[in-house]
């Protein structure tokens, strides 16, 4: 690809790898892969909807103008929330626009979950918490139907790039299994 270094996002690498299977035309190995993509799209779509909907927003007004990433960043923190971990969620509504203290954090963090997962459907829910993770079991498994045929290597050469994705890179490589390198 030719973009900055900054502009690679993980779906990225995981899609460049996708794409580069099909032209090897692998690509009924990899159903698995484009089910997980189709499944993330929706779980951002039914986000989206319970974000609009007016049921249980008199609070949370403030985060329907933030994005999908930071929203599952701040439901990623788990309660109860103590030292570290309520810096963390203060951190993350900070980077998304909003400035709260701790308290009005757990607060806002615990009233979205709890009207999440009410409108979200349990496998929407988990990859609104785990995108990259259920993108890179996918791939992976994708990978290890191909390599069940024949050995498989797969080349990055630009890994100062997917270095930045080093801990998803672990679970492809973890899923495709042995017969992958």
Known sequence: LQVGQNQISEETVFETIYTAAIREKWGRQFAAYRKAVKQQEEAAEEV????????GWDELSI?????????????????????ASGQGLVEAFFE??????????????TTLDKHLRARLSDDHYE?????????????????????????LIVVLDSYEIVDRIDLWMRVVIRSAGPRVM
Do not use: C, M, T, W
């Not at 993770?133 to 791939?139: D, F, K, M, S, T």
């Open 96 to 109: 998304a626009g909003i400035q709260v203290g701790l308290e009005q954090a757990i607060k806002l963090r």
């Open 127 to 151: 990859y609104l918490l785990n995108p990259h993770e259920q993108l890179a079991r996918a791939l992976g498994r994708g990978l290890n139907r191909v390599a069940r045929r024949k050995r």
């Open 48 to 55: 989206q909807e319970a974000l609009e909907s007016d049921e």
């Open 63 to 83: 985060l329907r103008a933030i994005g999908l990433d930071a929203l599952a960043s701040i439901i990623s923190f788990r309660l109860p929330i103590i030292g």
